[in-house]
């Protein structure tokens, strides 16, 4: 099916075009009255996560709400963990949970890994299918998955955690044991995002969320290599990284084969483009707190968003929306960027 | 009193020296058994910030136990706020806890400031006092406070929070409310700073915990000017400033009046020297987590990172020491630096 808006899918390749797209992290979500509504009436998020029509519903959203450029698939990164046999909990206002996290290596040794497992992530290609006859070409679709490094942090930290120390120390205590893992989740990562992308998706982002808690000589040692590994072996869309935080690893992320790189609010795109020289289109980068300014504040911040970025750009917040962003400075954001003409 | 040991204030100053001097941010604390022992014993942690010849005691436990060049007094950086009409408490395992929070510029209007709120803090002196007494010109002592934007954070966010958004919402919401209360903090910061030093503080840090928080405009705007005043405010000692996770600020902070600028385990000393042309003295950045690693990893990193420095270099961690790491890996990391020659 031929996508009547294909902006998202130009920008990426890096074609000149006559406006940047514009979606947000988080735009299915809590920031919508109608995913509040649907949400509201269900056991769990993980329900939501789980059934495929009601996961498309969500999805679509944003699109019919917000008149966003592109879909995100609603889904959670910590899918790939319950594959490979590590379940997770959503706790209410707290986060996720998992029951059992990893210790040693032999737990390592115990997770499955690649295709084999990915057939337990049938509810997510199929709510992928049901979007895209849904949305019938209206606009592309994005597919993601963790970063391999972000994945294993909460693998062995069992919840969020503000230094991550518990991930981190295993690092410097069993290097054998973390690249182990870290392979296994990156092969489960792309056969997944392979799988998304034959269910659908248009595009993909991969979410190292926490990027940004390592020092540099171990992001290079322990999430940069598994991030190439991803963006060498997805060849059939353009790949989107976001590794928020990790601004000292700029130099290692313009030299991955992927189209685009997220940028959070703390990042200077002239400490990306003329320090660092990237070369890739980037995405972002909006202060999601900005949101909750005036309008007019919110209209001339995105303005010189643009401005700052001066092309090869996708317009998006540095984070994802916060939940209780006003709904009409999110459409403010959106249609001040739909408007703009370069 | 003459110092025996005055390695920390001659490296600070410039002066070329023998090898950097050495301390670990929260070296008085959980990593000690004394300091376990002692607060076993209490009723909370605030009974031991507020008891001075307690907080005397923990200050040099470490001194004793570790070999450190330098004692910092033990306190929290949430006695402004208090002294200001705010108080709060400390949670075990959740940390501090506002009751009330600043809600809107009435708020700020009936917060004490300055010089006349101060005397809240006889505790804190006392304890400087008794502590300078006991070390007899061991080492030298730091004093401390936060940076009025962390402080202001905790002040709006009534917690620590992984996003503070409530705090920089009101950043964006009501800029002369924010204006006011930075400023307040900062005269009360000023006056408790001087008085510290009267006390017997031979050095000061100020402690920008939530600094990599804000966008750059952001920080800009609201955390740099009154870091400025409060440098150019102490000229009695020479002073420090860690703005964890600023690092895109690194510009604004080069040109502070602080002797020495703290580094967290992020950043590259060579994007500060190089990039950033940083003249100042920095402190740091070894990784908290290093010191989960072996007895040969912690002394090779150590040697490494005295190396990447290359000078005007005071040693340190990237972040305050983890509560659970193995003492006597810390006490290598100590005694690599101390048995170093330049």
Same mark, same amino acid.
């Given at each position: 099916m ?5 902006l998202?899918l130009?920008?990426a ?7 940047p797209? /514009?979606?947000?992290?988080?735009q299915?979500?809590r ?7 649907l ?6 998020f993980?329900? =939501? /996560?789980e059934?495929?029509? =009601?996961?498309a519903e969500v999805?679509?959203?944003p ?14 990164? =910590?899918?790939?963990?319950?594959a490979?046999? =590590?379940?997770?909990?959503?706790v209410e *206002?707290k986060?996720?949970?998992?029951? *059992?996290?990893?210790?040693?290596i032999?737990? @390592? ?8 497992v990915?057939?337990e992530l049938?509810y ?9 006859k849904e949305l019938?070409?209206? /606009?592309p679709?994005i597919g993601?998955?963790?970063?391999p490094w972000t994945?294993f ?7 969020g ?5 518990k991930a981190?120390?295993f ?6 044991a973390?690249?182990m893992?870290l392979?296994?989740?990156t092969?489960t ?5 392979k799988q998304?992308i034959?269910?659908?998706?248009d595009?993909?982002q991969?979410?190292?969320s926490?990027?940004? %808690?390592l020092p ?8 940069i ?6 963006c060498?072996a997805?060849?059939e869309?353009?790949? %989107? @990284?976001?590794?928020k935080?990790a ?6 992320l313009?030299?991955?084969?992927c189209?685009v790189?997220?940028?959070d609010w703390?990042? *200077? ?25 005036s309008e007019?504040? @919110?209209?001339n911040?995105t ?10 750009h996708?317009c998006?917040l540095?984070?994802? @929306?916060?939940p ?8 403010t954001?959106v ?8």
């Amino acid at each position: 099916m031929n996508l009547k808006n294909d902006l998202l899918l130009r920008t990426a390749k890096g074609e000149k075009v006559e406006r940047p797209p /514009v979606w947000l992290m988080r735009q299915a979500g809590r920031i919508l009255p109608q995913y509040r509504a649907l949400r509201g009436s269900l056991s769990g998020f993980k329900e =939501l /996560v789980e059934t495929p029509h =009601l996961a498309a519903e969500v999805t679509i959203q944003p699109v019919d709400e917000l008149n966003v450029d592109a879909a995100i698939i609603f889904s959670d990164i =910590l899918v790939i963990p319950e594959a490979m046999g =590590l379940t997770y909990e959503m706790v209410e *206002k707290k986060g996720p949970w998992f029951p *059992k996290t990893i210790e040693s290596i032999s737990d @390592v040794k115990k997770l499955g890994s690649g295709e084999n497992v990915i057939g337990e992530l049938q509810y997510v290609f199929d709510a992928l299918a049901i979007t895209k006859k849904e949305l019938g070409g209206r /606009v592309p679709l994005i597919g993601f998955a963790g970063a391999p490094w972000t994945i294993f942090s909460y693998m062995l930290e069992g919840s969020g955690s503000k230094t991550f120390s518990k991930a981190r120390k295993f690092l410097y205590q069993d290097s054998i044991a973390s690249h182990m893992l870290l392979e296994k989740i990156t092969e489960t990562t792309i056969a997944y995002l392979k799988q998304k992308i034959k269910s659908g998706a248009d595009i993909v982002q991969v979410f190292d969320s926490w990027a940004g %808690i390592l020092p540099p000589h171990q992001y290079k040692e322990f999430a940069i290599p598994y991030l190439k590994k991803i963006c060498d072996a997805i060849d059939e869309v353009p790949v %989107i @990284v976001f590794a928020k935080g990790a601004w000292f690893a700029a130099a290692e992320l313009s030299e991955l084969d992927c189209q685009v790189l997220g940028v959070d609010w703390n990042t *200077k795109v002239s400490d990306l483009r003329e320090k660092n020289n990237v070369q890739q289109v980037l995405q972002g980068n909006l202060d999601p707190c900005m949101l909750y300014a005036s309008e007019e504040t @919110v209209r001339n911040s995105t303005l010189q968003m643009i401005a700052d970025f001066g092309g090869k750009h996708i317009c998006n917040l540095g984070h994802g @929306v916060y939940p209780d962003t006003p709904l009409d400075n999110v459409k403010t954001f959106v249609n001040t960027v739909k408007n703009y003409k370069y």
